[in-house]
T-cell receptor, first 112, second 112 residues
Framework: DGGITQSPKYLFRKEGQNVTLSCEQN?????MYWYRQDPGQGLRLIYY???????QKGDIAEGYSVSREKKESFPLTVTSAQKNPTAFYLC???????????FGPGTRLTVL | EDQVTQSPEALRLQEGESSSLNCSYT??????LFWYRQDPGKGPEFLFT???AGEEKEKERLKATLTKKESFLHITAPKPEDSATYLC?????????????FGKGTLLTVNP
């Protein structure tokens, strides 16, 4: 089955640590996205990548970094510079013919 | 700036009681309007894409419609398994990032 996988499902981090969230897709989509979801707020765009080896900042990129070395993979690193990292993180990829974004199951990050 | 407002924030229905969810939007040239369903602790599941005013799409008990200022998600004879948060998002035309702007969602509860 084609789809998007994210790992881990739950992640706990101590203050001052960097952590990396994994996102893999086998849908053969060029574009991939990272969103953050907080209670009572809409999804907010962190970073996106339209093609391998290229990525752009979204609306709330401060304290985050990404890489796009392979079409299938778009990992997100939450750095110690992110002031309030506890949230639900969602990865998506876009089907070019319909512009529809399909989401992974999410990673819940908690800072202890 | 693109904006999406969903109403009501929460809706409680009895099984079989039909109703509608509203998504009002302002966007600089609509490229597409998207509806998603999200269950607790999971990633959004794609439901519909609407591209132009007057367009309608149906799937089981759900029907989405679009005007130049808003979209409605009509739920006919809902069942308890329709309980979820329903998200609306818009994509502006122009540019190349295909960014989605999300509303905060409507939490639907269907009681048996």
């Amino acid at each position: 089955d084609g789809g998007i996988t994210q790992s881990p499902k739950y992640l706990f981090r101590k203050e001052g640590q960097n952590v990396t969230l994994s996102c893999e897709q086998n849908l053969n989509h060029d574009a991939m996205y990272w969103y953050r979801q907080d209670p009572g707020q809409g999804l907010r765009l962190i970073y996106y990548s339209q093609i391998v080896n290229d990525f752009q900042k979204g609306d709330i990129a401060e304290g985050y970094s990404v890489s796009r070395e392979k079409k299938e993979s778009f990992p997100l690193t939450v750095t110690s510079a992110q002031k309030n990292p506890t949230a639900f993180y969602l990865c998506a990829s876009r089907k070019e013919s319909t512009d529809t974004q399909y989401f992974g199951p999410g990673t819940r990050l908690t800072v202890l | 700036e693109d904006q999406v407002t969903q109403s009501p924030e929460a809706l409680r229905l009895q099984e079989g009681e039909s109703s509608s969810l509203n998504c009002s939007y302002t966007v600089s040239g609509l490229r597409g309007l998207f509806w998603y369903r999200q269950d607790p602790g999971k990633g959004p599941e794609f439901l519909f894409t609407l591209y132009s005013a007057g367009e309608e799409k149906e799937k089981e008990r759900l029907k989405a419609t679009l005007t130049k200022k808003e979209s409605f998600l009509h739920i006919t004879a809902p069942k308890p398994e329709d309980s979820a948060t329903y998200l609306c998002a818009v994509q502006a035309g122009g540019g190349s990032n295909y960014k989605l702007t999300f509303g905060k969602g409507t939490l639907l509860t269907v009681n048996p």
